[in-house]
């Protein structure tokens, strides 16, 4: 199992490039460096980080602090060391499964 902290960061698509099968790159980023989206009235509606298989991509999980929402993860609300459930699984593109518990993500 991998442990992977989160490092914050104030924006990722900027400076990503576009790979094969459409996806984003950030290879001069760490893995599990991410940053927080917000929507068009300022409230946090997805996590973008860097995978943290260490393959570079750039993925983006929509969140949501209701409980039972079927809008993607639910978030605990903490900005700085958040928890989502349930599990990520980049099935589409390397594969990395995982979670993200109190800024740590552990695959």
Do not use: Y
């Given at each position: 199992?991998?442990?992977v902290?989160?490092?914050?960061?104030a924006?990722?698509?900027d400076?990503?490039?576009?790979?094969?099968g459409?996806?984003?790159?950030?290879?001069?980023?760490?893995?599990g460096?991410?940053?927080?989206v917000?929507?068009?009235?300022g409230?946090i509606?997805?996590l973008?980080?860097?995978?943290?298989?260490?393959?570079g991509?750039?993925?983006?999980?929509?969140?949501?602090?209701s409980?039972?929402?079927d809008?993607?993860?639910q978030?605990?609300g903490?900005l700085?060391?958040?928890t989502l459930r349930?599990s990520i699984?980049?099935?589409?593109?390397c594969?990395?499964?995982?979670?993200?518990?109190?800024?740590v993500?552990r695959?």
């Amino acid at each position: 199992m991998t442990e992977v902290l989160v490092k914050w960061s104030a924006g990722l698509l900027d400076g990503a490039f576009e790979g094969e099968g459409q996806s984003w790159f950030r290879p001069d980023q760490e893995p599990g460096t991410s940053a927080w989206v917000r929507n068009t009235s300022g409230a946090i509606c997805a996590l973008e980080f860097i995978c943290p298989c260490g393959c570079g991509r750039l993925c983006c999980v929509d969140v949501t602090q209701s409980e039972g929402g079927d809008q993607g993860w639910q978030w605990d609300g903490d900005l700085e060391r958040p928890t989502l459930r349930p599990s990520i699984w980049c099935k589409v593109t390397c594969g990395w499964h995982g979670f993200l518990q109190r800024g740590v993500f552990r695959g």
